[in-house]
């Protein structure tokens, strides 16, 4: 069963910090794992989106990580500004064109 | 860039009455479109999959009675909920693949449609 599961449920940080976020999934076969930011009350935006053989991309201050090996991804912010407050999904899609989607990440930060 | 845009942003209807809301791809044409449903703290669900020109897929468990999909042209997809009860209040959500579509083409999401049935 292809499934997508992020870590933290939540996290609360204080402006400035920086942050990872884990997504594991089990999706087979691999084409591609997306991450996408979605404020409170409107739809996800995209931030990266990875193929097999991409290791690293990175969007401003967010850069993502792939372990096809190991089936990880992460979500690393720096320099977290107010305006990261969000939730963070994690999707991944197979080679059949079927998107999986995470339970999300809620990211709140603090000044 | 690609947008994807949704309307209406908010709506409230009486139970029993119907509600549609729209889907559109403003630069580009999307053959292929899909509906999502999301409740509070929780990421999307997949309801179905609009096809422009055939009939839509749906999701199991999804009542394809109660949430009616049009796809009648390269740009607009329709999501028509109807006879509405309270159960059906929830976040809508649509999104469009950018062409040339393939495994690893960009999705773009609208920005949602909060509907409230009292």
């Known amino acids: 069963k292809n499934q997508v599961e992020q870590s933290p449920q939540s996290l609360i940080i204080l402006e400035g910090k920086n942050c990872t976020l884990q997504?594991?999934?089990?999706?087979?076969?691999?084409?591609?794992l997306r991450w996408y930011k979605q404020d409170t009350g409107r739809g996800p935006v995209s931030l990266t989106i990875?193929?097999?053989?991409?290791n690293t991309k990175s969007n401003g201050r967010y850069t993502a990580t792939l372990d096809a090996d190991t089936k990880q991804s992460s979500l690393h912010i720096t320099a977290s500004q107010l305006s990261d407050s969000a939730s963070y999904i994690c999707?991944?899609?197979?080679?059949?064109?079927?998107?999986?989607f995470g339970g999300g990440t809620r990211l709140m930060v603090k000044p | 860039g690609a947008v994807v845009s949704q309307h209406p942003s908010r709506v409230i209807c009486k139970s029993g009455t119907s509600v549609k809301i729209e889907c559109r791809s403003l630069?580009?044409?999307?053959?292929?479109m899909f509906w999502y449903r999301q409740f509070p703290k929780q990421s999307l669900m997949l309801m179905a999959t609009?096809?422009?020109?055939?009939?839509?897929?749906?999701e199991q468990g999804v009542e394809k009675d109660k949430f009616l999909i049009n796809h009648a042209s390269l740009t607009l997809s329709t999501l028509t909920v109807t006879s509405a009860h309270p159960e059906d209040s929830s976040f809508y959500i649509c999104?469009?693949?950018?062409?040339?579509?393939?495994?690893?083409?960009?999705?773009?999401f609208g920005n949602g449609t909060r509907l409230t049935v009292t």
């Open positions: 999104s469009a693949r950018e062409p040339p579509v393939s495994m690893g083409s960009p999705l773009h």
């Open positions: 997504c594991n999934y089990t999706v087979s076969p691999f084409s591609n």
């Open positions: 990875m193929t097999f053989s991409e």
């Open positions: 999707v991944v899609g197979n080679a059949g064109n079927m998107l999986t």
């Open positions: 630069d580009f044409q999307a053959t292929t």
């Open positions: 609009s096809n422009e020109g055939s009939k839509a897929t749906y």
